[in-house]
């Protein structure tokens, strides 16, 4: 089903002269550690890699800075996170500060992706996980297998600064300035795990 709607639409930017830009982003668990939240929830820190391609035929400017988690959704089976089954949020941010790009920021800033290239950065997501007989509360999660998924930002600036900048790097390729939801990735909660002070 994805995959025919996914069709569906390059066939229809085809058809309108347009070929929209296309991201993909997997995460990769590097490291993971427990420690001690509070009374009844203990805390998952996963040390993440991130990986994102660009699966159309456009190049793609995008942020080096494509790391700030926004939202992070957990599901007990990889359909449930995009949609077969309902997922649970278990943490949304959302930023209020705003910052401002220049073309003098170009190779500090920004890495082109043309198509089937790859840019690989790493971010942190904290996870509260149940102890025993603790599992009604909101935001945590249980013991055993799960899906991730993580909704991160690339754009941190106006939507005018962002139009200044597309403007000027026209024919370098298209700004990336929307969020960007990952692929499901597996990771698993232990009942008897070693905790650590937390950092």
Request: proline share 3%; aromatic share 10%.
């Amino acid at each position: 089903m994805k995959r025919t709607l996914l069709l569906a639409i390059y066939l229809l930017s085809v058809i309108c002269g347009e070929v929209f830009p296309q991201l993909k982003l997997e995460s990769k668990i590097v490291s993971q550690y427990y420690c001690r939240g509070d009374a009844d929830l203990d805390r998952l820190t996963l040390n993440l890699n991130l990986k994102y391609t660009n699966v159309g035929s456009e190049t793609i400017i995008l942020s080096r800075d494509s790391s700030e988690i926004g939202q992070m959704l957990v599901s007990m089976d990889d359909n449930g996170v995009i949609g077969k089954r309902e997922a649970s949020p278990v943490f949304t941010w959302m930023s209020s500060g705003k910052r401002t790009a220049t073309t003098a920021d170009w190779n500090r800033l920004f890495v082109t992706l043309k198509p089937k290239e790859t840019y690989e950065t790493k971010t942190v997501a904290g996870i509260f996980v149940f102890r025993e007989n603790s599992s009604d509360i909101d935001g945590g999660v249980g013991n055993g297998k799960h899906f991730l998924q993580l909704r991160v930002s690339n754009w941190y600036g106006s939507a005018e600064n962002a139009d200044q900048l597309q403007k000027s790097w026209k024919n370098r390729g298209k700004l990336w300035t929307d969020s960007i939801m990952s692929e499901p990735m597996r990771f698993t909660v232990v009942p008897k795990r070693r905790l650590v002070k937390c950092r």
